[in-house]
Structure formats: C-alpha cells, structure tokens
C-alpha cells in the first residue's frame, strides 16, 4: 500500500489503515445499532486512528459528520 507520498507502507501500517476505515465503515452504516458506550468508544477510537492515518500521510479525509 502506498500513501500520498508514493511511499510504501509496513505491514502493521497498512493493517492500521485498513481498521481505520473499517470502522469508518462501521460508524457510517451502523452507528444507530450502538449501544450509547460503544458508540462514544468507537468515535473515540476513530480521532485517534484519523490522527495515524494522518500522519501516515494518507488522507483520511473528514469525519465531522460522524461525530469525530
């Protein structure tokens, strides 16, 4: 996987990637099925995952509509 840099990424960052917009994924399609903890956790982890992928140089976009 590369980022923006054209630089490849680790195994382990890329992995980090992939969860980032997974739950991306999950906060999108089945935020209104949470639980209100699960909730508040999961956008929780998601501003510390955006900050990786950020620094990742990988463009994660914004997630201001999703509470984050």
């Known amino acids: 996987m590369l980022n ?3 630089v ?3 195994e382990g960052e890329g ?3 992939d ?8 906060m999108e399609m089945w935020s209104d099925e949470l639980s209100p903890f699960a909730m508040r956790n999961g956008l929780k ?5 955006w900050q990786v992928m950020n620094g990742l ?3 994660p976009g914004e997630v201001y ?3 984050a």
């Open 45 to 49: 982890a998601l501003a510390a995952l």
């Open 8 to 10: 490849e990424l680790t």
């Open 15 to 17: 992995m980090l990637v």
């Open 57 to 59: 140089d990988m463009d």
């Open 65 to 67: 509509e999703l509470g």
């Open 4 to 6: 923006l840099m054209a």
């Open 19 to 26: 969860v980032y917009r997974q739950l991306v994924r999950i």
